[in-house]
């Protein structure tokens, strides 16, 4: 009797339930919760070992049980076999050409000296492709390649090389470039002058969004683009605002206001005059206050420009950028609960390397928003990015 009561219990249903049961948290421990193929691997022996007893002890039922095995081991080996991908950097750059009827985000490398985007720089890109697939995806460079492969697998990536005369008309800034087009090249802070400049110009002829390639985007940005605005970073204890990334629409009048006082006040060798300090006098102006933290991190505003929580972009700041690379970082994820773009600090973080398995904050968001940029990275392709 009591050996009946127990085959009873072993042919129910309710054992193939709880081997479905058993594939469907293995998904979400590898994809929703931490990408680690190690404790993956462990879940699957222990279904292995759950799976062998009911067929043990389970004789008649032998070919059911082994079928549900079968599946579990094939969905287990899909799910961790890489697609094969490989670089190619035989690409031509199409002309730059707007569509009225999508959003636009824009990313720009000024290097002339730069062949090709680093991973890091295009996973900055994927990720905004990946998570905005309604966008179209803009890198404007000066000569920088970017792989063909990545730009075929996002028909929303749009690549071209710029034309500076062609970026500026139509703007104020065309008469400063005219002008000084020989003196920025001879200014140490040409790369970051001429990023400051096109960016600005890019959004006020086009409206969109704008972004620095030391970010990951991580969520889709379709809510933030019916603003218009900046961020701020808090660096030695107090805001600092910042123009790694721009929201605005279409000839808004502050971005005019911004040309015009980028061509009167243009110094060519000092550090953030034509950047986050343009933009502070700017704001000032434009808004009528100097206490701009206060006023336009307000619901009540009156200036039709808003400063973002710090928290949308720059949740670390530059001063702790280091806990974005650290091994089994993920304990503060938490942090990024708000934040629609992660900001890694290109210059103040490129001394920390992201490895495979490392668990790592920056690991986990490549993991999840750049997948054919972090492929090369799981596949041993490369040791690093």
């Given amino acids: ?31 929703i919760l931490i990408p680690n193929p190690q404790i993956a691997s462990l879940f699957s022996a222990f279904a292995f070992l759950y799976v062998a007893n009911r067929i ?49 985000l824009f990313f720009v490398e000024t290097d002339r000296s730069r062949d090709h985007l ?31 492969n990545l730009v075929k697998k996002y ?13 500026f008309n139509n703007t104020p800034l065309l008469t400063w470039w005219l002008s000084y087009e020989n003196e920025v090249f001879k200014s140490q802070y040409w790369i970051h002058d001429l990023s400051d400049s096109i960016r600005i110009a890019l959004l006020y002829k086009y409206g969109g969004y704008y972004s620095d390639l030391d970010t990951i985007t991580i969520r889709e940005l379709d809510s933030l683009l019916k603003r218009n605005g900046l961020g701020y970073i808090t660096e030695f204890s107090k805001p600092s605002l910042g123009n790694g990334i721009l929201v605005f629409d279409k000839n808004h009048s502050f971005l005019h206001d ?20 343009l933009f502070m006098r700017s704001l000032q102006s434009y808004c009528k206050t100097d206490n701009i933290y206060q006023e336009l991190t307000s619901a009540s505003r009156k200036c039709d420009v808003e400063l973002f929580p710090e928290n ?3 949740p670390i700041n530059w001063e702790n950028v280091k806990k974005l690379f650290l091994k089994n ?39 999840k928003n750049c997948p054919f940029i972090y492929n090369f990275l799981e596949q041993n392709l490369i040791s690093k990015i």
Avoid at 122 to 146: Q, R, W, Y
């Fill in 56 to 104: 043990i002890w389970n004789p008649e039922k032998i070919i059911r049980s082994a079928f549900i095995l079968f599946s579990m081991v094939f969905f287990i080996f899909v799910n961790n076999v890489p697609t094969k991908y490989s670089l190619d950097n035989k690409i031509v750059s199409t002309k730059f050409i707007i569509n009225e009827k999508k959003v636009n």
């Fill in 155 to 167: 028909p929303n990536i749009k690549f071209s090389v710029a034309n500076e005369a062609d970026v």
């Fill in 1 to 31: 009797m009591e050996s009946k009561l127990y085959k009873m219990e072993n042919n129910s249903p309710s054992t193939y339930l709880k081997c479905l049961f058993l594939i469907i948290i293995y998904t979400f421990i590898q994809k």
């Fill in 312 to 314: 949308f972009f720059y």
């Fill in 118 to 148: 680093d991973y890091k720089q295009m996973c900055s890109i994927e990720s905004a492709a990946f998570n905005n697939p309604k966008a179209d995806v803009h890198i404007i460079t000066l000569g920088a390649k970017i792989d063909a």
């Fill in 258 to 277: 911004v040309m015009r006082d980028f061509r009167k006040n243009y110094k060519p060798n000092e550090w953030g005059n034509n950047g986050p300090k």
């Fill in 329 to 367: 970082g993920l304990i503060d994820i938490h942090s990024f609960k708000d934040t629609y773009s992660v900001h890694f600090y290109g210059k103040f973080s490129q001394q920390y390397p992201v490895k495979y398995n490392d668990f790592s904050l920056y690991e986990f968001f490549a993991n």
